[in-house]
């Protein structure tokens, strides 16, 4: 059973810096994608951020988040995605998901439990 556990997450004021984890177990998938989404109160669909391609470190981010800075990376030795976020403003206030999308067959999505970053002004 796939499981994603994020970490990282909290309070921080504005302009501040949090790095988000997640670290990824129980799959032996060799063709996946993992990236961050995140949700906001209100918000019914998860707003995507960033996404890494396990394979060959590749990486796609949103324009808001290309612009602001944010960096996604892995580590392929602890199955684990990071996101370092600077310069946060209230805004990105939000719950943050960890997402792994498997390639092969029709395509699968894992989600994590989230974690809360809250960024006050």
């Known amino acids: 059973q796939v499981q994603l556990v994020e970490s990282g997450g909290g309070l921080v004021q504005a302009g501040g810096s949090l790095r988000l984890s997640c670290a990824a177990s129980g799959h032996t998938f060799s063709d996946i994608r993992m990236g961050w989404f995140r949700q906001t109160p209100g918000k019914e669909q998860r707003e995507f951020v960033a996404r890494i391609r396990w394979s060959d470190g590749s990486t796609y981010y949103a324009d808001s988040a290309k612009a602001r800075g944010f960096t996604i990376s892995r580590d392929k030795d602890k199955n684990t995605i990071y996101l370092q976020m600077n310069k946060l403003k209230p805004e990105d206030t939000a719950v943050y998901y960890c997402?792994?999308?498997?390639?092969?067959?029709?395509?699968?999505?894992?989600w994590g439990q989230g974690t809360q970053v809250t960024v006050s002004s």
């Open positions: 997402n792994l999308y498997r390639y092969e067959g029709t395509g699968s999505d894992y």
